[in-house]
């Protein structure tokens, strides 16, 4: 991955942390030197003394946002790659966010990497990605893509029982990706729900009714192939 496609404040980020908490160290020894040298009052130390280690951690703090809004930035332009190129994306998504330890970031990282292998029809792959995310530390907003792309990958593997659980229990999560971008990817789920419980008409049925909802030539070629996984 090129250079310039990583954050600045990614490239150097170690650098970064290193200047400011020796500065913070320095800082705080210098107010340490002169309280000691002028014999400050404890009633002057005391508020200067919460007024710099409230700025030290609200410095930190603002470091580190930036660090994870520029990260943020970065991998969400890599998006249209997935399409085109997911192989390449693969490379870039791992580039940017292999080995974080941040629960988030790691959970961003599995779902997107097991989107773009759900590109390339990897369903083994796809699912073994997606469940190096931690369940039980994903956020909120992770957890519907979390659920509803786990369940397509199970279904696509003949993992109707686990899949089916998950449609089960997870449906508010699911339905509440129905209205935005994934709700191609609901509709495909629906399909294949209903297919695993063996109702073939009503998949087809949903089939029609989703190629009406989406009737984009780019999303043709996934209604054929869902067609074809059904009918196999």
Known sequence: MDKKD??????????????FWTAASGGSAALGWIFAARETPENVRTPILIAWFALIFITSLAIDIT??????????SLMPLMDTDPDGYIEKLNALLENKRSPSLKAVRAINLSAAYSRKKEYENAKRAILEANEKKLHKSLAPYYWTDLALYEFYLGENDAALAITGEKRELIDSLRSGPNALTVAILDVL????????????????????????????????????????
């Open 67 to 76: 660090w994870l809004r520029q990260l943020t930035k970065a991998t969400n």
């Open 193 to 232: 729900q209903a297919n695993a419980l063996g109702d073939k008409d009503k998949a087809q049925e949903l089939i029609l009714a989703g190629r009406e909802k989406f009737p984009d030539e780019k999303y043709s070629s996934k209604w054929q192939e869902l067609e074809e996984f059904i009918n196999g």
């Open 6 to 19: 990583v954050p600045f404040s990614e490239r150097h980020r170690k650098i970064i942390k290193i200047c």
